[in-house]
């Protein structure tokens, strides 16, 4: 398995508060990316990067934002998390961009906000 | 925008019969292509994947699946089931373009669960 994990695994939260989950990998892969996934949705694009300090936005990137300031880690943050955001969050990484984009995927976190 | 289409939401089959699951996506350029698996509380796993050359991919634990450019469809296949093959499956395309940019981010399908009867 590739070297990813997310931090927490779990949590719960309430309406309002701030929450911040962390991707952090040790393949020195220049693509990161973050999708929730819910039931009947598949995965979704909510994040992406590709390389330090530069992200862009994907499918579902309203009430998220996202920072990378080292290769390693990908940080997701629910400024002011709401109910419609539980779910669970798959980081992923990939060595390149393009069409040859094959991606690895961390073990997720189960967020659900009260 | 590109969008993949998986057919069956919920496969149910008993131990050693054939599985085929169906997987279309809408997207006119060149594409690559992805079947991921999700076992039962783990994260998505590659299972095999399409880039070039012969339609007919092999992939891991006997999973087979079928490129067909005419029909925008990548079915997967396997001739004979086992019951550790209960899961999740995603069959996901790469297209230049994703999203606006060029970085050909991957678009999901919604998923089709298998359960294998013992």
């Known amino acids: 398995d590739a070297g990813i994990t997310q931090s927490p695994r779990h949590k719960v939260t309430e309406t309002g508060t701030p929450v911040t989950l962390r991707c952090h990998q040790t393949?020195?892969?220049?693509?990161m990316y973050w999708y929730r996934q819910d039931p009947g949705h598949g995965l979704r694009l909510i994040h992406y990067?590709?390389?330090?300090?530069?992200?862009d936005k994907g499918e579902v990137s309203d009430g998220y934002s996202v920072s990378r300031s080292k290769t390693e880690d990908f940080l997701l943050t629910l400024e002011s998390a709401t109910s419609s955001q539980t779910s669970v969050y798959f980081c992923?990484?990939?060595?390149?961009?393009?069409?040859?984009?094959?991606?690895?995927f961390g073990p997720g976190t189960r967020l659900t906000v009260l | 925008a590109q969008s993949v289409s998986q057919h069956n939401h919920h496969v149910i089959l008993s131990e050693a019969a054939s599985l085929e699951l169906g997987c279309n996506y809408s997207?006119?350029?060149?594409?690559?292509l992805f079947w991921y698996v999700q076992y039962p509380g783990q994260h998505l796993q590659l299972l095999l994947k399409?880039?070039?050359?012969?339609?007919l991919v092999k992939g891991i634990k006997g999973f087979e699946a079928e490129f067909i450019k005419s029909k925008f469809s990548f079915n997967l296949r396997k001739p004979s089931v086992q019951w550790s093959d209960t899961a999740e499956y995603f069959c996901?395309?790469?297209?230049?373009?994703?999203?606006?940019?060029?970085?050909?981010?991957?678009?999901f399908g919604k998923g089709t669960k298998l359960s294998v009867k013992p």
């Open positions: 992923a990484i990939s060595e390149s961009g393009g069409l040859y984009n094959e991606q690895f």
């Open positions: 393949e020195n892969h220049r693509y």
């Open positions: 990067s590709y390389g330090v300090k530069d992200t």
């Open positions: 997207y006119g350029g060149t594409v690559n």
């Open positions: 399409y880039f070039s050359g012969d339609p």
């Open positions: 996901a395309v790469n297209g230049e373009g994703n999203y606006g940019g060029s970085q050909g981010n991957l678009i």
